[in-house]
């Protein structure tokens, strides 16, 4: 396993330096607004560093970091993958490594830049991308722990692009997925200020099948603001709802949470 740290362009500074390469080919071309760039720039996105959070441990899952502030990272997207690597195994290294520091609950993994939409499942073209696992948060102190490890996409738990035009929620909503033991809450997000939250759970009454969890379970808490105030805390049992997509009465859940793996409001505070 390799532990060295290396210098990564962070998701802040690959924003600068397009903008900059932007307005510099507007400065060149006077002809063209500087706005007009931008705007036919959108229309596709680059590629990127997408840091994503790592999580479980019979099942790993990968959970895009998002940024309402940067059009490239206005997606949630959460992964179930299988950990791979040449002349060793990635995953149970990963784990094997979680467990010798059971008070680290953020572990990273920063993928070579790659255009996230491609993981759409609606028109997906890529199954699998390679990176390197970090213990803690890649941009905030984290070290890298092993590299050239290779994430196979399994299963596209959720994949959605935010809308600015979108509504606030109503009242908290998160989805449940997993498999297994392994079963968490992600809070849904739309529009900021917002949130994003991991946090694990155990159910405690009713059970959902593996369908139902592979595409995430919708539940709403109601009397609850979607609001950080209002947000699932670690150790706490908690009734919600399972809605029911296809438009008949919400059915009611208790569930157990457990670890929070990852809680990050500033980076959705604002558009």
Known sequence: MNKTNHSYTGRREFLLAGA????????????????????HHSLADPPATHGMLLFGENSIYLSHLPMFSMAVHRYQVILEVTLTKA???AQASYVQDRRRHPSTRIYTFVPERFVLPDLDPTNSKISSFKGTIFRGHFERGGQSINENVVANVTRVVHFRKFDSQAAGLPQLEYFLF??????????????PPDFDQVISVKQTDMKFTDEELSKGAPIIFPGKANTQRQKIKPAQQVTGQVKDVGGGAPKAVKLQSGVQFYFEAGELASQ
Do not use: E
């Not at 900059?20 to 705007?39: F, N, V, W």
């Not at 997993?178 to 529009?191: E, N, Q, R, S, V």
């Open 20 to 39: 900059t390469a932007t307005l510099g080919l507007a400065c060149h071309r006077p002809d063209i607004k500087a706005a007009d760039l931008i705007s």
């Open 178 to 191: 997993g498999k297994g033991p392994d079963l968490f809450l992600a809070h849904l997000i739309t529009k």
């Open 87 to 89: 002349g060793g195994d």
